[in-house]
Nanobody
Framework: QVQLVESGGGLVQAGGPLRLFCSAS????????MGWFRQAPGKERNFVAA???????YYTDSVKGRFTISRDNAKNTVYLQMNSLKPEDTAVYYC?????????????????WGQGTQVTVSS
């Protein structure tokens, strides 16, 4: 069992940065693939970024060059650094986890979700 708690969301102006945090419980965090998804009002939950045990990272095209996912296994935490934010980045951001060696890129890839954190980008 893994419990995930996101934090760091908020209101930011377009072009600004924001850093999200996902704290995970459990002693085997280093073996977990971790991911970030987002869901805008009235839309499906979509993949944003993922990181596997080796540190390999994956991004959806719309955030490449602007977002960076990273992890600190000693702190059981995964981060999402978001720069050059755009109004279309506005959504609830969810942390995802699964004990697997390949990245989480679909909502069907994992069993564990956090409660979500709201990110609002004003124009």
């Amino acid at each position: 069992q893994v419990q995930l708690v996101e934090s760091g969301g908020g209101l930011v102006q377009a072009g600004g940065p924001l850093r999200l945090f996902c704290s995970a419980s459990g002693r085997t965090f280093s073996r977990y693939a971790m991911g970030w998804f987002r869901q805008a009002p009235g839309k499906e939950r979509n993949f944003v970024a993922a990181i596997i045990w080796s540190g390999g990272t994956y991004y959806t095209d719309s955030v490449k060059g602007r977002f960076t996912i990273s992890r600190d296994n000693a702190k059981n935490t995964v981060y999402l650094q978001m720069n050059s934010l755009k109004p279309e980045d506005t959504a609830v951001y969810y942390c995802a986890a699964e004990e697997r060696s390949v990245p989480i890129i679909s909502t069907h890839d994992n069993d564990y979700w956090g409660q979500g954190t709201q990110v609002t980008v004003s124009s």
